[in-house]
């Protein structure tokens, strides 16, 4: 991946993939070492390290799970209302849309796109696509 399309990345789908690519690289030295004995150390901290990087992104998918579950209830909302004017009987038809679900489509479709597994929120979000954005 190229500086563009990192930046460019919605914000969970960054910080998960950057997670991806930092264990990936720091695997890449560890497949080098001939000898685990010689290298006790290294070795203990190399598996810390990914630990840790492991554990940061399983909190990370999860607090995006968690606003995929929040906005829910935007999503089950009728898209449009309509709304009766005071002063003159007015009828006017109102979107009841919030920019959120396009940043949630757009994560859900990035992730998905990295082979990140997604839960059942985040796939019905993928699937309803469509009849959001007509």
Avoid: W
Wanted: charged letters at 25%.
């Amino acid at each position: 991946m190229n500086n563009y399309q990192i930046r460019n990345m919605p914000q969970y789908a960054k910080y998960i993939l950057f997670l991806k690519h930092l264990i990936v690289r720091a695997s890449e030295p560890m497949g080098k070492l001939d000898s685990i004995s010689q290298y006790q150390e290294v070795v203990k901290n190399y598996n810390e390290v990914c630990e840790m990087l492991v554990k940061k992104q399983i909190y990370i998918i999860m607090e995006f799970f968690t606003t995929v579950e929040s906005h829910k209830s935007k999503l089950q909302g009728p898209v449009f209302t309509s709304v009766t004017r005071q002063n003159n009987n007015e009828r006017l038809i109102v979107v009841n849309f919030d920019p959120v679900v396009f940043q949630l489509i757009r994560e859900a479709k990035v992730l998905e796109r990295n082979n990140v597994k997604l839960l059942k929120p985040a796939e019905t979000v993928l699937i309803q696509e469509d009849k959001y954005k007509k």
